[in-house]
């Protein structure tokens, strides 16, 4: 940026040199937009570019650098003839995936639009369409070799692609559950590396657990669906692949906290662990090295690219870095920083798998795995902001208790009946309604423990509200007498009986005939 006030490209050039080790001194200084020096770019690109290589007679080998999906033509293929000739109506192979296909078109990229031609020969770059309708088989970096007489071996650096982090999507409106599909779906047509499967959650109902290249790759996705689909998505914390060792020697993979086995049966467990590379400003080392090191990573060395660069080179769990990690490093150097991180292998690890419990009730969206020092902090967060964000119970009851067992998962606390659902998407809107409507009800009939507060606390569950049936004890409270209610409360009471005040207890026990008790 020449045409900039700020503008300083002598430091640029440095800084390329510095860094990224690339001859800078001499690069030509344009501005598209003042048309300054653009006929120095052309005269660089002669003389500087080497003419490609190959042999046109050779086996055909192609490399594939990106595809997109065509809804009438297909999937249309963007490759570079390394060796060989491709032609109209060839049969070619895809060597990492194993598909075949008939060449339908072919033709050269133009900056607007596509040409088509008979042949492209080595050392060009153009285009073919062969009715391919997966956009799976054409992964980028895949060789494109003929059928009948395939290439002795494939072009070197190809890798598959593997999701590293992985997490819930749901819709907020359940009944939008297969336009998300549908949008999965249409993106996964053009990105081969996103993967999906359904998966059901209590809390959230019906949704999808996605895989993802990185933290990026996901934050891309979510929003394209959000404005490109119009959709209102509700995501679970992310997470990575484990390696869990079971004692019968088997080993299985986890990437859902659902899924995770009894530690019971666990041998020992492994999580990934990544090279980190941070490039900021040397005065901001200070502050990365702490927020580095409380996320279990371990430093190797720091450069120093220039006199106000430094380069900083980390070993961490992926697992700390998907969570908060950039957000923190940005917070911390103004955003001067600059992450960049790849996986290294898999280490051994005491993780625990935390599940988080509203009003009783385990809600399994909001489980996660995490290693067994940064369990309790990362919890008592979460928990935090629960409590924020989820109203309390009624302040009639002191105590808080949790649903009785066999309770469903929509259904309010039995405290009282001012309590909170645990979460919005618990029940359906009716079933809401119809418990705020019992509330007024409820109040009225919690109205006569306001007695007992000035004494002590709630002896029992304060559950009229759920029954006009009342139990023998608040018969006699409500009352206000002795009689067969007090009879029937103290005989059931067994061995309770000292938890209740003395005075109460006398007027018990001089109103009834307690026969041999």
Known sequence: KIDLPAADPAKAKQEVEDIIGLPAMDAPEISAKMGTNIEAVLEDIVKNVPPPKGDPNAPLKALIFDSQYDSYRGVIVYFRVMEGTLRTGQQVKMMASGATYQVIECGHLLPLGMEPCDSLRA?????????????????????????????????????????????????????????????????????????FEPESSVALGFGFRCGFLGMLHMEVIQERLEREFDLDLVTTLPSVIYHVYKTDGTMVTVDNPHN?????????????????????????????????????????????????????????????????????????????????????GYRSSELVKVDMKLNGDTVDALSFIAHKDKAYPRARRLCEKLKENIPGSCSRCRSRR????????????????????????????????????????????????????????????????????????????????????????????????????????KIVLGNINCGGA
């Not at 090279?275 to 990573?297: H, Y």
């Not at 009229?464 to 409500?478: A, E, G, H, N, V």
Request: proline share 7%.
């Open 123 to 195: 050392g060009e770059v153009g285009y073919f369409t062969a009715s391919i309708k997966n956009v799976k088989d054409t992964r980028v970096g895949d060789t494109v070799t003929d059928a009948a007489s395939p290439t002795a071996e494939a072009l070197p650096g190809y890798r598959p692609v593997q999701p590293m982090v992985y997490c819930g999507i749901y819709t907020e409106d359940g009944s939008k559950y297969p336009d998300l599909r549908d949008a999965l779906e249409k993106l996964q047509l053009n990105d081969a590396s996103l993967s």
């Open 260 to 344: 995770y086995p009894d530690p019971a049966v666990i041998e020992h467990a492994e999580e990934p662990y990544v090279k980190v590379n941070i490039i900021a400003p040397n005065e901001f080392v200070g502050n990365i090295m702490p927020m580095c090191q409380d996320r279990r990573g371990e430093f190797k060395d720091m450069q120093y690219l220039d006199t106000n660069l430094v380069e900083l080179h980390y070993q961490m769990p992926l697992n700390e870095i998907i969570y908060d990690f950039f957000d923190a490093l940005k917070a911390n150097t103004k955003g001067y920083a600059s992450l960049d991180y790849e996986l290294s």
């Open 402 to 505: 949790p649903l009785a067992a066999g309770s469903s998962p929509g259904r309010p606390s039995r405290l009282c009946g001012r309590m909170c659902w645990p979460s919005a998407t618990a029940a359906t809107s009716a079933a809401r309604r119809s418990c705020w409507k019992s509330r007024r009800r409820a109040r009225k009939r919690c109205a006569p423990w306001e007695a007992c507060r000035s004494r002590r606390r709630h002896f029992s569950q304060c559950s009229s509200w759920t029954s006009k049936r009342l139990s023998p004890y608040q018969q006699f409270i409500k009352k206000g007498r002795p009689g067969i209610a007090g009879a029937a409360f103290f005989s059931n009471c067994g061995g309770k009986l000292l938890q209740f005040p003395i005075l109460w207890v």
